[in-house]
């Protein structure tokens, strides 16, 4: 699996699960495990289907679904992502429909739901969640070097849509995985406002392996709006990370 060469002929995005153990700020202690699947329904749909759960006993669950495209991204149609308490209560909520433009986002203070709501003005190019990754993977597997322009759904705490910047690295070594990977760095991208407002707003790393069909190597973000910062480092069977070192030479 990993000696197939990513091209014309690979499938992006890639179906399946992908797992992945979530590690605190600094990389230095496991704190949880998530894995993401993406399948296929009928005619042109995909299905994301998410969930985290880490050992203080929280957990999150995410549904998204999409529009395949053909030599393009897919679209996003809707994202439904909730956080758990320990005790299985509801911490936060995210739901949007790409469609529609509704979207609203919900925290939960002593069982008690505030929620606030927006229409917000949904282009081909936004996303939210997990599916962020999913255009990084198109122009990654198409050779792109330039920034790459998105839209990104988040609660900040309300529902926003924020015009973000992608800038691909090159090709290095990331210390909690095998082989070599190609960062992507996300930030905000709001012209003269970037000084004063991006500081206050979430950004995201992410690492890619393009020996992989560009699978999503892992991340490194925040879990929520002013939420702690985790990082998620792919799972990888024992033999196959002991091949990789060797083939690398590590």
């Known amino acids: 699996m990993f000696g197939r060469r990513s091209g014309a002929a690979a499938s992006i995005p890639r179906l399946g699960v992908v797992s992945f153990e979530v590690l605190n700020a600094d990389g230095s202690e496991v704190i949880g495990h998530s894995r993401y699947e993406l399948s296929r329904g009928d005619h042109n749909l995909l299905i994301g289907r998410g969930a985290a759960h880490f050992q203080s006993g929280e957990y999150d669950i995410e549904y998204d679904t999409l529009e395949a495209r053909p030599d393009q991204p897919p679209a996003m149609l809707t994202l439904n992502h909730k956080f758990y308490n320990a005790d299985g209560s509801m911490q936060r909520a995210t739901a949007a429909d790409f469609r529609t433009g509704q979207a609203s986002c919900t925290r939960y203070q ?141």
């Not at 691909?168 to 210390?175: A, Y």
């Not at 490194?220 to 990370?241: C, K, T």
């Open 110 to 250: 002593n069982g008690v739901a505030q929620t606030e709501s927006a229409k917000l003005d949904f282009t081909q190019d936004s996303y939210g969640g997990s599916t962020v990754v999913l255009p990084l993977q198109q122009y990654l597997a198409q050779g792109a070097t330039e920034p790459i322009k998105l839209k990104a759904l988040n609660c900040i705490p309300g529902p926003r849509l924020i015009a973000v910047k992608a800038r691909v690295r090159k090709p290095s070594r990331w210390s909690h995985y095998p082989g070599q990977t190609v960062e992507v760095d996300i930030k905000p991208d709001l012209g003269w406002l970037d000084a004063v407002v991006a500081p206050f707003l979430p950004e995201l790393r992410a690492w890619f392996d393009p020996a992989d069909n560009w699978t999503l190597a892992g991340g490194e973000f925040s879990r929520y709006f002013r939420g702690p910062r985790i990082m998620l480092v792919r799972e990888i069977p024992a033999e196959f990370r002991a091949l990789r070192q060797q083939t690398n030479g590590d």
